[in-house]
Each structure stands twice: as structure tokens, then as C-alpha cells.
């Protein structure tokens, strides 16, 4: 029988009881309009993963970036659209996303309304890595990928 204690984190429109509303990154200002929540992290230790939400308000858009882990995503509001290298896609409530090592990727909220997430990651991986402009030219050949892309 497990000693972990197990809990329900209630939820009432996309706010969790206990869990704070943190700014998505600090180290970086490649970002605009995006707010990240733990949900599952530190102290469910026993767990190989960490399971977050993010939400991205209307015409926001998450950092450019890539990293040697992959990880999963799961649209849970509203719309938007998703840069995965030299593809974007639409992309809606209940939708999935797998995300591969070294994907240059990069989510908008570009419909008019927020974009939210679940987005579950190995607890120890590596740092996001940002790319410079010669791996992007030699990433993204698309013209309207190019110009989509915030940084």
C-alpha cells in the first residue's frame, strides 16, 4: 500500500486550490502574456514527472525554444496555434501535442481568446535551450513560420 498521500486539486475556472499563479519564466523575456501552475511537482516526489498548466492570454505566445527531452501537451481551453520546426498547427481544446527532443517549438494564443495547457515533463530533464538565428534559417525554411515566430 502506498504511503504518499494521495489528494484532489479542485479546480474552479482554471485556478487550483493551493497552487500559485507563477510568471512563466524570469531568465528570459522571450515571452509574452503566458502564466505557469505547478500541479504536480515537488511534493509528489514519487512521481517521474511534473504536470503543469500553462495559460496564455490573447495574442500572447509562449518562448521559442527546444530542449533533449520530449514532453506532451494537452489543449484543455480555448485555441490557438503551435510552431513544431518547420510546421504549424492549428490547435484546439482536447487536442495533443507530442513534442520531440530538439523540436523547436513555440505555442500562440492568436485566435482572440487564452490558450491553456496541461503539459506533463520527466521531473529531472534538461534546460530549454533558445535557438540562435542560424539554427532557426537552418530549422525553418517556411516564410510564414518565419515571421510567426516571436522571440
Given at each position: ?89 492549428s490547435i484546439q481544446s482536447f487536442d495533443v501535442v507530442y513534442i520531440g527532443p530538439e523540436t ?48
Open positions: 500500500m502506498s504511503k504518499s498521500k494521495s489528494a484532489v486539486l479542485s479546480c474552479d475556472n482554471f485556478s487550483w486550490d493551493g497552487v500559485e499563479k507563477k510568471i512563466y519564466k524570469t531568465e528570459t523575456d522571450n515571452f509574452r502574456d503566458i502564466h505557469r501552475y505547478t500541479l504536480l511537482g515537488d511534493e509528489h516526489s514519487e512521481l517521474n514527472s511534473e504536470t503543469r498548466y500553462f495559460e496564455i492570454q490573447p495574442d500572447g505566445y509562449s518562448s521559442l525554444e527546444y530542449h533533449r527531452h520530449p514532453h506532451s501537451v494537452v489543449i484543455i481551453r480555448g485555441s490557438g496555434s503551435v510552431i513544431l520546426n518547420d510546421e504549424l498547427h523547436i517549438h513555440q505555442f500562440h494564443a492568436d485566435n482572440g481568446e487564452e490558450l491553456g495547457f496541461i503539459c506533463v515533463v520527466d521531473r529531472y530533464r534538461d534546460r530549454p535551450s533558445i535557438p540562435d538565428d542560424d539554427q532557426i534559417r537552418n530549422t525553418i525554411r517556411s516564410e510564414k513560420i518565419l515571421k510567426k515566430i516571436r522571440k
